[in-house]
């Protein structure tokens, strides 16, 4: 499960062979059910996951209502609501399996320690995380503006393991449009 998380991460650097098992043996595989719900908002942020396989949804509360999905966390992505973290505060997303999900965890406080025995790992963590912030960005700018069927059709293109494994309304509260009109968009789009 670990080499996954090395072959992505000396995309960003040169690990040397001594280092890797060092390296894997500071992350814990752990799986998670379709449904579970890794942390709340309003909890303070503790660990950084890396996504090995599955799918992970950022979840923002509204009130009286069910959580909107803000985005759709990928495989080989690293996952953690960092400025809660850093700022010591409440994040205020939370995050959920919508999928059976196998990811490697490593405590916020282990991966420091990790970034004094290891320091090019740091960069290479960093510039990881912002590709995946910056893909994230772009990917929720491209739907702005278009209409319901553009952004399900845009969703197919770009998120497609999104389409074909997230609940009909998570999708659509992500798209922002109703579960109806999502339902109407995929029958059209099926003949």
């Known amino acids: 499960m670990n ?8 995309r960003f650097t ?5 280092d890797q098992l060092l390296i894997r043996q500071a992350f814990t595989p752990i799986m998670y059910k ?3 719900i890794l942390s709340k908002a309003g909890e303070k942020a503790t660990v950084l996951y890396f996504i090995n396989k599955g ?4 979840t923002l509360p509204r009130a009286g209502q069910r959580d909107a999905i803000y985005y759709f966390m990928r495989e080989h992505q690293f996952m953690g609501f960092l400025y809660s973290y850093y700022d010591d505060v409440p994040a205020l997303q939370g995050l959920k399996a919508i999928v059976d999900t ?3 965890s490593i405590a916020i406080a282990d991966l420091h320690t990790l970034y004094i025995s290891f320091p090019y790992l740091k960069d290479a963590i960093n510039k990881m995380t912002h590709v995946t912030m910056a893909d994230m960005i772009n990917c929720k700018n491209a739907y702005l503006g278009l209409t319901a069927i553009q952004k399900y059709q845009l969703l197919l293109e770009l998120q ?3 389409a074909m494994a997230a609940a009909l309304g998570d999708i659509a509260s992500y798209l922002d449009i109703t579960p109806q009109s999502l339902s109407r968009i995929r029958r059209q789009l099926s003949r």
Request: proline share 8%.
């Open 3 to 10: 080499s996954r998380l090395m072959h992505h991460l000396q």
């Open 14 to 18: 040169t690990i040397p062979k001594a």
């Open 34 to 36: 379709a449904g579970h």
């Open 55 to 58: 799918l992970l949804e950022i």
């Open 102 to 104: 196998e990811l490697l």
């Open 160 to 162: 497609p393991e999104v």
